[in-house]
């Protein structure tokens, strides 16, 4: 008998299931948004706990064809590396205190294939530790099969479908083991790094490269001086580079033989599981290129190995003649003077010349020499700028842009970026508001609420915020974006602890100044009011006192008695 015979639509009760079903999501949802509340948690975990599980739809075959044309096959020209060995010193081995520090530092993350999680090593104390340490000292140059093994997850980066960011999923033994090795190993990685490489390095940041490149564009820009600028994007960088010239620059580097040969090892036929359509199916490959993103190691060996190239590109730069000389930039640092002509976040790279062909020279040799070691330059997102006050840009080699997203931040050669990194500014602020929306919709507590507005919504707005020349328009843009922000959660105005202008001055007085240009004899700035200057903050109101009313003293009241 069927459903109609009995006097039942289907149609209905479909849709009272899906009724149900989205009840009980709500409640789920709500009940996480009240933990995170009371846990003090991020909107980055009420995320993930609430969003809904999209079904991977990528085919096995898709991700072989993909691998096998990024990391599948070795890329650039293969050295030997053992003729660059300057350092012989004996190995000391892995005691147990460096380990059982290691797992103290490490973050509570996703596991391995191993299944085993930083918590349980924790757990282990000192016999664990000591047994780790043991294994470490004894395996180094032949890691364990098991242990070079990962599950490998894909996070889009745009639309297109292999538009891909892979992550590895390290065991917890390995990422233990390599973060020993870094330790032992950076402050030579530091030595060798030039200070124009801000990325992946303490005491560095985003901010401090942007402040740089505005500072050398708005100097050109008052002066009116012709300065041209490419920015270079390469074509999966992390999971191309090639393996024996990692280990080349360990050696160029001084890093003891032992040490080189224990990374080494870990590049010995790296397993990479990969999990494809609704059922999850496992593909696994082999490794042939790349470093794997996840790994502590691999972003100190990434700029490492860029280094090397830039090394190479600065050789090249020794054969220039005199003229192409004179139109290198030259910056002031600690009162010398030294030539520039790059600045680097890891692999976002931003060149820059006094001339345009130069400019592009430049750029071939980063080129050339980054194919050497597996680094492939994207003609597609590699951009070019310039000021173009006496010279227009003739015959470029890569595409002109007027404006260009560098580090997060939208950067012109006029000026004009603070207003246009505004715009990106609040429209982003503003989604992170509705995003914002189940948490705030859930208490009625203001101080919960300005906690959220502080840690979710304020930071969007305020990214790179000492870059801005502070001028009172646009820091009124930021105070206005603010009020009306905080008007549509609170629905009233309210006083927060800091306001937008205050910050703004708290942050350009903590900023660390950019180096300044050397100023050339002949250039000339035009007669006027110079640009506000990037680190220059006044008040809005140019700390002058406001206009009040006199105080007047009151007339002597004369008291009249009748006699």
């Given amino acids: 008998m069927n459903l109609k015979e009995k006097g039942l639509n289907y149609t209905i009760i479909s849709k009272l299931i899906r009724i149900l079903i989205k009840e009980e999501e709500i409640k789920r949802n709500n009940i996480i948004i009240d933990r995170a509340l009371k846990e003090g948690r991020s909107?980055?975990?009420?995320?993930?706990?609430?969003?809904?599980?999209k079904f991977n739809d990528l085919k096995p075959e898709d991700i072989i064809n993909w691998f096998e044309e990024i990391s599948g096959k070795e890329r650039g020209t293969n050295i030997d590396w053992k003729k660059e060995i300057k350092n012989h010193k004996e190995w000391t081995p892995i005691t147990a205190k460096e380990v059982m520090d290691r797992i103290k530092k490490t973050k509570r993350k996703a596991c391995g294939p191993d299944g085993i999680y930083t918590e349980h090593l924790i757990v282990g104390d000192y016999q664990l530790t000591?047994?780790?340490?043991?294994?470490?000292?004894?395996?180094?140059?032949?890691?364990?099969?098991?242990?070079?093994?990962?599950?490998?997850?894909?996070?889009?980066k745009s639309k297109e479908k292999m538009d891909v960011r892979p992550?590895?999923?390290?065991?917890?033994?390995?990422?233990?083991?390599?973060?020993?090795?870094?330790?032992?190993?950076?402050?030579?990685?530091?030595?060798?790094?030039?200070?124009?490489?801000?990325?992946?390095?303490?005491?560095?940041?985003?901010?401090?490269?942007?402040?740089?490149?505005?500072e050398i564009v708005s100097t050109c820009y008052e002066y009116k001086k012709d300065i041209y600028a490419i920015f270079i994007d390469f074509r999966k960088a992390f999971d191309s580079v090639n393996h024996t010239w990692i280990t080349y620059s360990l050696a160029v580097a001084g890093i003891d033989e032992e040490t080189i040969m224990r990374i080494q090892a870990l590049y010995k036929n790296p397993k990479a599981t990969f999990k494809t359509g609704v059922n999850e199916k496992s593909t696994t490959l082999t490794l042939k290129s790349g470093i794997r993103q996840g790994d502590t190691l691999s972003p100190k060996l990434f700029i490492l190995l860029l280094q090397v190239v830039m090394n190479k590109?600065?050789?090249?730069?020794?054969?220039?003649?005199?003229?192409?000389?004179?139109?290198?930039?030259?910056?002031?640092?600690?009162?010398?003077?030294?030539?520039?002509?790059?600045?680097?976040?890891a692999d976002d790279i931003v060149i820059y010349t006094y001339d345009q062909k130069l400019t592009e020279k430049?750029?071939?040799?980063?080129?050339?020499?980054?194919?050497?070691v597996g680094l492939q330059i994207n003609k597609?997102?590699?951009?070019?700028?310039?000021?173009?006050?006496?010279?227009?840009?003739?015959?470029?080699?890569?595409e002109v842009v007027d404006r260009y997203k560098y580090l997060g931040r939208t950067l012109t050669m006029d000026l004009r970026d603070d207003s246009l990194d505004f715009?990106?500014?609040?429209?982003?602020?503003?989604?992170?508001?509705?995003?914002?929306?189940?948490?705030?919709?859930?208490?009625?507590?203001?101080?919960?609420?300005?906690?959220?507005?502080?840690?979710?919504?304020?930071?969007?707005?305020?990214?790179?915020?000492e870059a801005i020349r502070p001028t009172k328009s646009i820091i009124l843009k930021y105070v206005n974006l603010e009020k009306k922000i905080t008007q549509s959660i609170f629905r009233k105005e309210i006083t927060l602890e800091k306001n937008v202008e205050d910050i703004i001055k708290e942050r350009i007085n903590k900023a660390q100044k950019p180096y300044r240009i050397l100023l050339d004899e002949t250039w000339k700035r035009k007669p006027g009011r110079p640009p506000?200057?990037?680190?220059?903050?006044?008040?809005?109101?140019?700390?002058?006192?406001?206009?009040?009313?006199?105080?007047?003293?009151?007339?002597?009241k004369t008291n009249y008695t009748e006699d």
């Fill in 423 to 465: 715009n990106e500014r609040a429209k982003g602020a503003w989604r992170a508001r509705y995003k914002a929306n189940d948490l705030l919709r859930r208490t009625k507590d203001i101080r919960i609420k300005k906690k959220i507005y502080n840690m979710i919504i304020r930071p969007v707005f305020l990214y790179s915020i």
């Fill in 167 to 214: 992550i590895a999923l390290l065991q917890c033994f390995f990422k233990i083991y390599t973060g020993v090795l870094l330790k032992r190993i950076d402050k030579e990685i530091e030595k060798q790094l030039d200070d124009s490489q801000g990325g992946f390095r303490a005491g560095r940041n985003t901010n401090q490269q942007i402040l740089q490149f505005r």
């Fill in 380 to 398: 597609k997102k590699t951009k070019m700028m310039g000021t173009e006050f006496k010279k227009k840009i003739e015959d470029p080699v890569y």
């Fill in 532 to 556: 506000k200057k990037i680190l220059e903050m006044n008040s809005m109101h140019n700390e002058k006192k406001l206009r009040t009313q006199p105080q007047r003293k009151a007339k002597n």
């Fill in 313 to 345: 590109v600065k050789k090249e730069l020794e054969i220039l003649n005199e003229d192409e000389k004179r139109n290198l930039v030259q910056l002031v640092k600690e009162g010398k003077t030294t030539e520039s002509f790059k600045l680097e976040f």
């Fill in 362 to 372: 430049i750029a071939k040799f980063i080129e050339i020499h980054a194919g050497i």
């Fill in 43 to 53: 909107m980055k975990y009420v995320y993930k706990e609430t969003r809904k599980r």
């Fill in 130 to 156: 000591k047994a780790l340490s043991e294994l470490y000292n004894q395996h180094g140059r032949e890691i364990p099969k098991q242990m070079n093994e990962c599950n490998v997850i894909l996070l889009k």
